[in-house]
């Protein structure tokens, strides 16, 4: 019979670091892709857009809620935020923002 050293249940129950949380999106794709969503029944400005819009941007950072975002000469405020799991290339968050009237 042969007898085990010390020294080789130590190697044995080294267990592997915890996995450690994804990463974000490298800094070559130039930020995270989110999909703004605006829809012209919720705001009651008359100064507001007529229409529903859709369309994709691209931010160092996800927009939270309150933040202004600026498209097409107009201001909208960011109302709420559904962020996603990146598991796959696409956008990573949708914003619903209403219009956002200068005073």
Known sequence: MTSKKPSDKASSKKQAPPASPPSPPPASSGGLKVQVIYLAARSGSAKSPAKDALWFATYPIIPRTGDCLFRDGMYYRVERVF??????????????????GRR
């Open 83 to 100: 962020l996603y799991e990146n598991t796959a290339p696409g956008w990573c968050a949708d914003i619903e923002v209403s219009y956002y």
